[in-house]
């Protein structure tokens, strides 16, 4: 999973705020934020939707981005095959996988986007053996 990491995790705790979270997204250009405890250790996820859905919920944006964020994250180990990403996505009916090296700290995030586009390419590789 780690070649399909394409730059370092957009991560922060928990305690910003829903704008906050918005703000770095648009900032980074990213679909989701990892939300991590002091030690790195991933508590959570936000992604857009959960944003879409809040705002569509009425929750105040100044609320802790505590409120609104997928405790427990999905996690994949950094040496894990594509094959596991397409299954844990497909299973849980996921859109990111936050990535985890051995001791359980965040090293990327991959998106549906990243494991069709790497699909894809093994796919096209296939076609001319």
Known sequence: MIQLVNRRPVTANS???IKQAAEIMKRESVGSIVITDKDYNPIGIVTERDIIYAIADGIPLESSIDQIMSQNPVTIDGDADISEAVALMSS???RHLVVIN???KVVGVISIKDVVKAVGSIALDLAFW
């Open 15 to 17: 305690e910003i705020s």
């Open 92 to 94: 849980r009916g996921i």
């Open 102 to 104: 051995k001791e359980g």
